[in-house]
């Protein structure tokens, strides 16, 4: 195989970058979106749909899957690739996320975290050692570090001390064992503060991983801090590794965080919010639900060429997720899904065409946020919501 990660183009108006990453299951080429599949499946998605739309990576989650289907399970079927028959590239976080939004029944032990089970309220342990362990034995192609993951808003305090923890915890899982072919992420965390993010990305990158993770961000915090904590971390970030945004985000934001150097996102948006009739376009989100669609026989979003908007109208999709139908969150989970990818694929396109600065401009200046949607975005901390 080759380098893990090649460095194709930069973008000469931004920090942005063109690039590929090489696992045995196949290449990606960056920059990447990767759907969230946290439970061994993408909400409302079937594999094939998944792969027909263009999806290079997906993403899955050590806590929920050791708790259900749990190892044995997974280890019996082959690992996580061959029980959900996905044979290309999986990056599975580390459950750290899940971990530290259980605040009120956590406990923070010197080698990982003391908590209980949000379903049953069995006690359970989850610490690096453990973490790695639980990603070994899923095989994914991409594990992540177990980090420690605050709020935006914690005291300073709090967060030095969740920096320490990241950077001993880094150290430990750097030398657990790995699956074959494995490649692990660490995370830099820090908050909004410069001394901080610098030092906690300066002793990750020491350890030489894999590739390095911007963590701490899509928890809460204001739109500015999220460019804020990404503009402190990456200049401290390796140009021969893979970069990666944990959680982020909306269209506008990938773009923006796109010319701010990073290279990889996950988000659950594009479900989460397909499931409460709100669809993507280019132009920002709209409420299919809403009257003002009833008669609209136009689809969702014009040009695009998703199997939902070939096929149906937006009145079609508003009858059906008004009457509770399956099928309507299903159409609309597949567009917003697409949506997504598109808007990577045409980013790549345009950094490789040296045009990335006006594609930029022009998708800024037509995108209208939502804040329904940046609000949605805080409660991707909610453990019992599955992150998807």
């Known amino acids: 195989m080759s380098q893990f990660f090649e460095l194709l183009k930069t973008d000469d108006s931004s920090r942005a970058r063109l690039g590929r990453i090489h696992t045995t299951r196949g290449s990606i080429d960056t920059p990447v979106f990767m759907p969230v599949g946290t439970q061994a499946s993408v909400k409302a998605l079937d594999p094939r749909e998944l792969r027909e739309m263009g999806t290079q990576i997906i993403l899955g989650n050590t806590y929920h899957l050791n708790i259900r289907p749990g190892m044995e399970i997974i280890a019996e079927a082959g690992g996580l690739h061959q029980f959900m028959n996905w044979p290309l590239?999986?990056?599975t976080d580390s459950g750290g996320f899940q971990v530290f939004s259980l605040a009120k029944i956590?406990?923070?032990k010197a080698h990982g975290v003391e908590f209980r089970s949000h379903l049953d309220g069995s006690p359970l342990f989850l610490g690096?050692?453990?973490a790695m362990e639980i990603q070994r034995i899923l095989g994914s192609d991409?594990?992540?570090?177990?980090?420690?993951?605050?709020?935006?808003?914690?005291?300073?305090?709090?967060?030095?001390?969740?920096v320490e923890r990241t950077i001993r915890w880094a150290k430990e899982c750097r030398v657990q064992p790995r699956a074959k072919g494995q490649f692990v992420f660490g995370i830099c965390q820090g908050g909004v503060n410069p001394q901080l993010r610098e030092h906690c990305a300066k002793e990750i990158v020491a350890m030489d991983f894999d590739g390095h993770s911007i963590g701490g961000v899509s928890v809460g915090e204001p739109e500015p801090e999220m460019m804020r904590a990404v503009e402190l971390t990456e200049p401290f970030l390796p140009a021969n590794k893979p970069r990666y945004a944990m959680g982020l985000g909306t269209p506008a934001q990938i773009v923006e965080l796109v010319a701010r150097g990073v290279d990889m996102f996950d988000c659950v948006l594009p479900t989460r919010v397909a499931r409460n009739g709100t669809a993507?376009?280019?132009?920002?989100?709209?409420?299919?639900?809403?009257?003002?669609?009833?008669r609209d026989f136009t689809p969702i979003e014009s040009d695009c060429t998703c199997f939902c908007c070939q096929h149906f109208t937006r009145a079609y999709v508003r009858h059906l997720l008004n009457v509770n139908e399956i099928l309507g969150l299903r159409l609309v989970s597949v567009h917003n899904s697409y949506i997504y990818l598109k808007i990577m694929s045409d980013i790549r396109a345009h950094l490789?065409?040296?045009?990335?600065?006006?594609?930029?401009?022009?998708?800024i200046a037509t995108y209208r946020p939502s804040r329904k949607i940046l609000s949605a975005r805080v409660k991707e901390s909610l453990v019992t919501?599955?992150?998807g």
Do not use: N
């Open 385 to 387: 919501d599955d992150r």
């Open 352 to 363: 490789a065409a040296g045009t990335f600065a006006e594609f930029r401009r022009e998708f």
């Open 106 to 108: 956590r406990k923070v």
């Open 280 to 294: 993507f376009t280019r132009q920002g989100a709209i409420g299919i639900k809403g009257g003002a669609y009833k």
């Open 89 to 91: 590239p999986i990056l």
């Open 142 to 162: 991409i594990a992540m570090c177990f980090d420690e993951c605050p709020a935006h808003d914690a005291p300073a305090k709090m967060q030095q001390e969740a």
């Open 128 to 130: 690096p050692k453990e």
